[in-house]
């Protein structure tokens, strides 16, 4: 049911191609200029606080791939307000399947423009290091994996700050903030701001566990393997605290009464 519906959100945008089309690559261009006027800079100053211009155009690769990835198969859960507010929600909670499963495929999101911006600068990032020798192959192969994680890390925050929506109805606020603000600063090293803020930014909302502690090894070359590892259990325990509070949030639910 999920790729019928794939395919038919694909051919209602095709009813349109030109505008898709012109769509997705202003999409593309409007955000890589936005890392070239850093790069700008970076290229300049040749780096910041001892990362590269690729080194920082790998973190903000692997951040936009892997809210990319979040955003199309679950493009929904961002936008559960709508729901909760019109009382949509209820239509639901009839069906007969889980109801994050009923939620998510209505509707599928084509980002091709943020796939053609974050593959661009991750492939150029990634052909600067390894011209310059600072990472080996390894480092490409686990890249995937680690977008994959990071889109799983996207998706619970953006679950649980969805979740709240159950007792405040209205959440577009505090989701610029757990989401679009954290993720934003989160696409450059955390290396950059005071302390406070980095630790809130890995522990409190955890997005520096998307692309900054795996890039800690895989382009800087510190810390350990044992980084993936730690990676991919806090992209599990997120999964699974932000499903718990989730489905304790659905029991909370008030219908709007309409």
């Not at 080194?55 to 493009?75: H, N, P, Q």
Request: hydrophobic share 55%.
């Amino acid at each position: 049911m999920y790729l019928l519906l794939i395919r038919t959100t694909i051919r209602s945008r095709m009813q349109y191609k030109f505008n898709f089309v012109i769509g997705s690559f202003l999409a593309a261009f409007i955000q890589i200029s936005e890392f070239l006027m850093v790069a700008i800079v970076l290229a300049r100053f040749g780096g910041i606080r001892g990362w590269s211009i690729h080194e920082v155009g790998y973190l903000v690769a692997v951040m936009t791939l892997s809210k990319t990835l979040y955003r199309t198969i679950a493009d929904e859960v961002h936008h559960l307000e709508k729901y909760l507010v019109s009382g949509d929600f209820d239509q639901l909670l009839t069906r007969p399947l889980p109801v994050l499963l009923a939620l998510m495929p209505q509707s599928f999101r084509i980002m091709i423009g943020e796939v053609m911006q974050g593959g661009f600068i991750l492939c150029w990032s990634l052909a600067g290091m390894l011209q310059a020798g600072s990472i080996g192959w390894p480092t490409v192969w686990w890249t995937p994996f680690i977008i994959l994680t990071g889109a799983i890390i996207l998706f619970s925050i953006g679950l649980a700050t969805a979740t709240i929506g159950f007792w405040t109805t209205r959440i577009s606020e505090l989701q610029t903030f757990t989401e679009d603000a954290a993720r934003s600063a989160a696409q450059y090293p955390l290396a950059i701001y005071p302390k406070w803020l980095a630790s809130f930014l890995l522990y409190a909302i955890p997005v520096g566990f998307v692309n900054y502690l795996p890039s800690l090894y895989l382009v800087k070359g510190e810390l350990g393997a044992w980084v993936l590892a730690v990676t991919t259990a806090m992209a599990l325990v997120c999964l699974a605290a932000a499903l718990r509070f989730w489905q304790f949030g659905i029991t909370k639910y008030q219908s709007t009464g309409s």
